[in-house]
């Protein structure tokens, strides 16, 4: 478990995170979000002690990272996969690694088979792909056999079968009843990784939640139908309060009631339907809509247009 409490980061004058409060649960994926600049990598850094906050506290299992005697047994981390040595090769950048932390050699060989590069060991790392590189930096975080898992950015530069093994391995782990923590601005590869969010933006929270109730409660979710009777189906809908809006292909839409209900309905009155279905919006229509909201919040709040433009970068 990660606990925040009142997490602060200043850079000078700027404020890259803001009295951030949140716990990372185990046994589940938490995606952490945020438009470009919203302050995912400060956060990140502040969890693994690279970079002291100005205020506030992280918990690692209810300590201090400074307190925990051997880290990597607590938690691993994929921050920046190129930290690792180049000159090196694939084995002794982890035998290195683990030689410091106390981990015997041979989980090296177990990792380096777990992320799929027990061919290429002996290579020097520097000759490695992006995809490779990746892999390599999960092995490292895998190496002490943590509880707690934090990811960022995983599957930049991998190709879809490195997407998809890393999405598996995640669930993976945290079926296993690990803590994993990641963050990705792919929101499609997001919405099929991660049970839970946390939504930052200008270093402030903005959501905590679920992935279904992030959804739900930041899209408009409706029926669609689509009938040769749009007139009666108009007229019934209506007799029971319910407006059907042109979709603009042959359609139409019905908000504020249920595909079961409006199909029960319609049935009533032996309406002829060749399309009934429920529409909910994309993770990535979700986080648009409530990131345009911050945008009105804050332009309100005098925060400026600074907002708008990492939005349209995110
Ligand atoms: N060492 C630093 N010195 C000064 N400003 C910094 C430093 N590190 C980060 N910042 C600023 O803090 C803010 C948050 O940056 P951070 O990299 O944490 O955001 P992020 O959410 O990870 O962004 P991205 O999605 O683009 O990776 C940004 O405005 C950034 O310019």
Known sequence: MIELEGLTKRFGTKTAVDRLSFTVRP???TGFLGPNGAGKSTTMRMMLDLDAPTSGTVRIDGRH??????????????????????GRTAYHNLLCLAQSNRIPERRVGEVLDLVGLSA???????????GMGQRLGIAAALLG?????????????LDPEGIHWIRNLMKHLATEGRTIFVSSHLMSEMALTADHLVVIGQGKLLADMSMADFIQRNSRSYVRLRTPQREL????????????VDAGDGALEIDGESTERIGEL????????HELSAQRASLEEAFMQMTAGAVEYHAHDGAGPQWGADVKGA
């Open 27 to 29: 046994g589940m994926v």
């Open 120 to 130: 290429v060991a002996r290579k020097k790392s520097k000759n490695f792909s992006m």
């Open 145 to 157: 056999d943590p509880r707690i898992l934090m990811f960022d950015e995983p599957v930049n530069g």
């Open 266 to 273: 319609l049935a009533e009155h032996r309406v002829v339907l």
């Open 233 to 244: 189906t108009r007229d019934v809908l209506a007799s029971a309060g319910l407006t059907a």
């Open 65 to 86: 990272y400074r307190e925990l005697d051997e880290p990597l047994k607590y938690i691993g981390a994929l921050l920046d996969a190129k930290a690792l040595h180049g």
